[in-house]
């Protein structure tokens, strides 16, 4: 809610999202709660009402992005023009696009809107003649007269947006109505998740139109240009991406960003992380606004209490995705019984200390078998040895493979967690102490097996990861420059 704020003792409320509040109760909570969307009818509302945003663009009589208050109503907005007649009254226009509603009509929510803004504008001290939506797609103007009942609406409209903005959960979604699907939040909003019937559905990962940017060229420097993520070093230019395309960066080791750049990612809500060169999460940069205040409050509440209750389900996924890997590619059915009697054990664990014992023990009979689950051929030819597992420093390539990808692995699940406004510290499995982020840790746990460990696996059984990859100095082994050839 980061558009409220207190004047004196009273909260004023974005006549927008009062707008938002007569389109559905439940859009208007979650837009308070700063939750955003990045759909085709946002992108094509923003651009086409760049122009009511820049007040560069007033005339004599013509003013563009005019802030206005009613204390009396309780609200503040903005009017996107407000044009003056001979007599310096005045007329408020909204300037509305329509992506999905093919016709230049009035909704309700606008009228609202523009109800609130000539009444904002009238308690200010100002004649007002009238009010008037441009819809920007169809270059068409509609006048919007008002009569008392519309004003009296409009008032009893901001008391229900401020209690639903009071209210600590969001309003139940809309059901089988038509609104939904023209709604940019649906994606957020999920009006089919509502406790009528059992969802049956199956989960699949989202197919994102943008990527993760990796930049992982020692020495080299990125900056923005012409609206591109330009990469280049000692004069020659190694890249350049559309930023658009990003919906994040990831620094590995001895990477230059310029200012300008990283001001744009935190514009834009995008995060940034920078690791080592081995892949060690060493931190990350986030824009001050973001989503969901109230939660994370109470998510750190919970952390600080203790919530054993998903602390056993991070660790029994976790051992239940090694069994499930272990007993595909690996030779050792004795193990894989253990693990998943460990998995159960896990749900049953009546404390912290209990439920690491049991994850420990998991790891040690994992571990003790993962060479099975490489090719007898490529362990004798790579002479690769794997006794135990070691964080850091890695004592042999595998355990520098599996280093890499856990570190990579931990930075998606930063850039996940601060993305959706939640505390990467607030774990309810690993430790805080030493400023780790446990959250993001505790998520990682369960995609270990099959997200690093398969992808290690499968890169030596397939000849991607060869030894000769990899260099040993006083006994630290690291992942190097990809040798050229077979």
């Not at 309780?74 to 310096?88: H, M, N, Q």
């Not at 060229?217 to 230019?237: D, F, M, N, Q």
């Not at 029994?316 to 894989?336: E, F, W």
Request: some cysteine.
């Amino acid at each position: 809610m980061s558009e409220i704020f207190d004047e004196g003792q009273r909260e004023l409320i974005p006549i927008s999202l009062v707008a938002h509040q007569a389109f559905c109760p439940r859009r208007a909570w979650l837009e308070a709660a700063g939750e955003t969307t990045d759909t085709h009818q946002m992108e094509f509302g923003t651009q086409a009402h760049a122009p009511a945003d820049d007040p560069a663009g007033s005339r004599s009589r013509r003013y563009r992005a005019v802030d206005v208050i009613s204390h009396d109503l309780g609200v503040i907005g903005r009017c996107d023009t407000v044009e003056l007649d001979d007599t310096a009254a005045m007329t408020v226009v909204e300037h509305k696009a329509t992506p999905i509603r093919r016709r230049p009509e009035v909704t309700e929510p606008m009228r609202v809107q523009v109800a609130l803004l000539a009444t904002a504008l009238a308690d200010m001290g100002y004649p007002v003649a009238g009010q008037a939506i441009y819809f920007t797609n169809h270059r068409t103007r509609v006048d919007v007269p008002l009569s008392p009942d519309d004003k009296a609406r409009a008032r009893a409209m901001v008391e229900a947006t401020a209690q639903t903005l009071d209210a600590d959960e969001a309003p139940p979604p809309l059901e089988d109505d038509r609104r939904c699907s023209r709604c940019s939040h649906i994606s957020v909003c999920l009006p089919d998740e509502r406790p009528l019937a059992p969802v049956t559905r199956r989960i699949v990962v989202a197919d994102p139109d943008t990527q993760v940017l990796h930049l992982a060229t020692p020495g080299s420097r990125a900056y923005i240009a012409r609206g591109r993520i330009e990469l280049s070093k000692s004069g020659e230019k190694l890249g350049t991406f559309p930023i658009e395309r990003v919906q994040g960066v990831v620094i590995h080791g001895n990477v230059d960003l310029s200012s300008g750049l990283i001001r744009e990612l935190l514009w834009r809500s995008l995060s940034v992380v920078w690791c080592g060169s081995t892949g060690r999460v060493i931190g990350w940069a986030k824009g001050a606004e973001g989503p969901n205040g109230g939660p994370r409050l109470r998510q750190h509440v919970a952390s600080h209490n203790g919530r054993i209750d998903l602390a056993r389900q991070f660790v029994s996924a976790k051992i239940s995705n090694q069994g499930t890997l272990l007993r595909r590619h690996g030779d050792a059915p004795g193990a894989v019984s253990r693990l998943r009697d460990l998995q159960r054990d896990a749900l049953e664990a009546r404390s912290l200390t209990d439920l690491l014992g049991i994850e420990g023990d998991a790891a040690a009979r994992y571990f003790e078998h993962f060479l099975t689950m490489l090719r007898p051929k490529v362990v004798a030819a790579e002479e690769l040895d794997f006794s135990v597992r070691s964080r850091r420093p890695a004592r042999d390539p595998i355990n520098a493979a599996l280093n890499l990808c856990y570190g990579l692995l931990t930075a998606d699940a930063l850039r996940a967690v601060v993305a959706c406004g939640l505390d990467p510290h607030a774990g309810f499995l690993h430790s805080s102490g030493r400023n780790k982020p446990a959250l993001a840790l505790d998520l990682v746990e369960e995609f270990r097996a099959p997200v690093a460990d398969s992808v290690v696996i499968n890169a030596f059984n397939n000849g991607e990861l060869r030894a000769r990859d990899f260099s040993t100095v006083l006994g630290t082994t690291r992942i190097g420059e990809r040798v050229a050839g077979p």
